[in-house]
């Protein structure tokens, strides 16, 4: 059992902390996820006072071992978080010096909360960056999948909501990947971005023992200490780009998912989602709702609001630090978790979705999709664009009033519209011929489509081999 005892810096004080106060002020209960890096950063910095005869190494031993003892408690659920100890830093600092004894007290010797609360935030974010990143390669290797295996089903394109042009389904389902590499891109920036270690800044001014920062930050994984010890502990924006990052994502996620609700619908069933992805209704027997996506889409105003939250936390702040940082922490979490809960349950989603290729082709042909083929065709009759686009809405107009789509007009028909007009117009606007001559790169035709998808899992494969 943990004994309570005076607060650790509680020597400058005639009154114990009000209790309404200890519960107000304290970040501990949203920072249990923090206990590992900060007995790794503790670990690392006790071994360079040794190493630099601040403290002995005997001394040093004991503390190490103690803090591999309360390593073991948190990760066997008997360490107890108690309000009164404010933050992790000083919970797993008491829980050592009660198992070391008053060597522990030496532990803390050329550091500060400030340094160690903004070094355990890196740390942690860090780690979490490297999950997110392995997770967006696995929603990107499904959405390759899922472009491979239906890489012939033609699907309406649309503008405005309403058809537009004849697309690959492939080719509208790998816009996803894209968005998902420059998500990917924006957290690898993020990541290196936090390649200088701030352990060693101390409260504000650095140390006036003869610490090597070097050597702490070698060993726990960054490239070099931080210029500015001033900066150092006043900075937090990695936390706010990663709301920043995480909402940029978030709004992606959001997209797909809209489109996997509107396409999943009885209206259009151009997708058929998993039966374990979806939820039924209370009062009606039929119904299938693709609930997961939906709630997945209203998880974005949280994502949103949470980068406004931590621009609004330090927007002003004097420097260095100040107890509105710690404020930093719920928002970022819950970005974090929500991300990482989303990317998990979005990947087996896409990769148990079926394709209804017959229902996306009817679509297509249903909407006029092929106007604009139409019009590209009488361009090559040496049609000016302007004319062309012109005769074609006419021919629309003519097809809508007698209800015929336009492949299911006469020559004669058409030729009411144009003298130029021959037999192979019909060639020029079926729905295959319509997509495979959009080669131009980046394009819908299956032939850079394909080439597409090479050019991605060339990208997932650099990228994996990276990571």
């Keep these: 059992m943990q004994e309570k005892?005076?607060?650790?810096?509680?020597?400058r004080f005639d009154l114990p902390t009000n209790k309404l106060v200890e519960e107000y002020t304290a970040s501990l209960l949203v920072e249990p996820r923090l206990a590992p890096f900060d007995i790794q950063g503790s670990v690392v910095h006790?071994?360079?006072l040794a190493n630099q005869k601040i403290i002995d190494k005997n001394e040093a031993d004991i503390i190490i071992k103690a803090l591999g003892q309360v390593k073991e408690e948190i990760q066997n659920n008997t360490f107890i978080f108690d309000t009164a100890d404010e933050d992790i830093h000083m919970a797993v600092e008491k829980r050592m010096t009660q198992i070391a004894g008053s060597v522990g007290g030496k532990l803390h010797t050329a550091r500060s909360r400030n340094d160690q609360t903004t070094l355990d935030s890196k740390m942690h974010m860090r780690a979490t960056i490297k999950v997110i990143l392995e997770q967006i390669l696995n929603l990107q290797n499904e959405i390759i999948n899922q472009a491979l295996k239906n890489i012939t089903a033609i699907m309406p394109g649309y503008t405005h909501l309403q058809t537009a042009q004849p697309i690959l389904f492939s080719h509208w389902i790998m816009a996803y990947f894209w968005m998902l590499s420059r998500d990917y891109s924006r957290f690898v920036n993020l990541y290196e971005r936090m390649e200088e270690c701030p352990l060693g800044a101390a409260a504000l001014g650095g140390t006036t023992f003869d610490i090597d920062r070097h050597f702490c930050a070698r060993e726990l994984g960054f490239t070099k200490p931080t210029e500015n010890s001033i900066d150092s502990v006043s900075d937090r924006d990695h936390m706010i780009e990663f709301t920043s990052v995480a909402a940029m994502c978030f709004t992606h996620l959001s997209r797909f998912c809209e489109e996997i609700i509107l396409?999943?619908?009885?209206?259009?069933?151009?997708?058929?989602?998993?039966?374990d992805f979806c939820t039924g209704s209370s009062i009606m027997p039929q119904k299938k709702n693709p609930d997961v996506a939906e709630k997945m889409r209203g998880k974005t105003g949280r994502m949103y609001g949470n980068v406004m939250a931590m621009l609004?936390?330090?927007?002003?702040l004097p420097l260095a630090y100040n107890t509105d940082m710690s404020e930093d922490k719920a928002q970022v979490?819950?970005?974090?978790?929500?991300l990482v809960d989303s990317l998990n349950i979005l990947t087996p989603m896409i990769e148990k979705m079926q394709i209804c290729a017959e229902n996306m082709y009817k679509a297509a042909v249903n909407g006029f999709s092929n106007a604009t083929d139409m019009a590209d065709y009488l361009v090559r009759k040496n049609i000016p664009f302007r004319e062309a686009h012109s005769i074609v809405g006419k021919a629309v107009n003519y097809c809508i009033k007698c209800k015929k789509m336009l492949e299911e007009l006469s020559i004669e028909e058409f030729r009411q519209f144009n003298e130029n007009i021959q037999e192979d117009i019909y060639e020029a606007i079926a729905l295959q011929t319509c997509v495979d001559a959009r080669n131009s790169y980046g394009g819908t035709g299956t032939k850079v489509v394909l080439e597409?998808?090479?050019?991605?899992?060339?990208?997932?494969s650099r990228n994996k081999n990276k990571s």
């Design 312 to 316: 609004t936390i330090m927007k002003g």
């Design 263 to 275: 396409f999943s619908s009885q209206d259009l069933k151009f997708i058929e989602l998993s039966d």
């Design 5 to 11: 005892k005076e607060k650790l810096w509680g020597g």
């Design 46 to 48: 006790c071994t360079m």
């Design 333 to 338: 979490y819950d970005s974090m978790d929500t």
């Design 452 to 460: 597409q998808i090479e050019h991605a899992k060339e990208l997932l």
